[in-house]
């Protein structure tokens, strides 16, 4: 029923609003998706670009972002170095939101590693969003400063 002009949805036929959104994610933003590798999960990609209008960008765009969409996994090394990556190219109170496996499939990252790096990177947690069977979903933000 609520059809955008790039022939996206807002909801879901039945109201809900779909995983983009539930992201915060809106149509004209320029995301920067990072950690992508085959087990991220299509289904949202696709519906991040809808929503979006536009593909995603990559590490190697070269001007400022929205919000980046990290795909980590607990194989990939340092989480603190992979969320100060993500920050390199994040405008003034943009939105970083770190997709790991969900607890209790292959790689899935503890939430008490997030948690710590975090506040390290220079970031707080602020939600998670259900977006996917297999991936979690957690906003952090660089928090505001005072100037």
Do not use: F
């Not at 995301?31 to 696709?46: F, H, S, Y």
């Not at 920050?87 to 292959?106: A, N, Y």
């Amino acid at each position: 029923m609520s059809s955008t002009a790039g022939g996206g949805t807002t909801q879901t036929g039945n109201g809900q609003t779909g995983p983009a959104e539930r992201l915060g994610l809106s149509n004209g933003m320029v995301v920067q998706e990072l950690g992508w590798d085959n087990d991220t999960d299509d289904a949202l990609r696709v519906a991040i670009e809808d929503t979006i209008d536009a593909d995603m960008v990559d590490g190697d765009y070269g001007n400022v972002v929205d919000a980046v969409v990290l795909w980590w996994r607990d194989e990939d090394g340092d989480l603190v170095d992979g969320l100060v990556e993500a920050l390199t190219d994040l405008v003034g109170g943009g939105v970083i939101w770190l997709l790991t496996p969900k607890i209790g499939r292959p790689n899935a990252v503890d939430a008490a590693d997030i948690a710590e790096a975090a506040p390290i990177a220079g970031l707080s947690q602020t939600t998670s969003a259900a977006v996917s069977k297999d991936w979690s979903a957690t906003r952090l933000v660089a928090p505001k400063t005072v100037g």
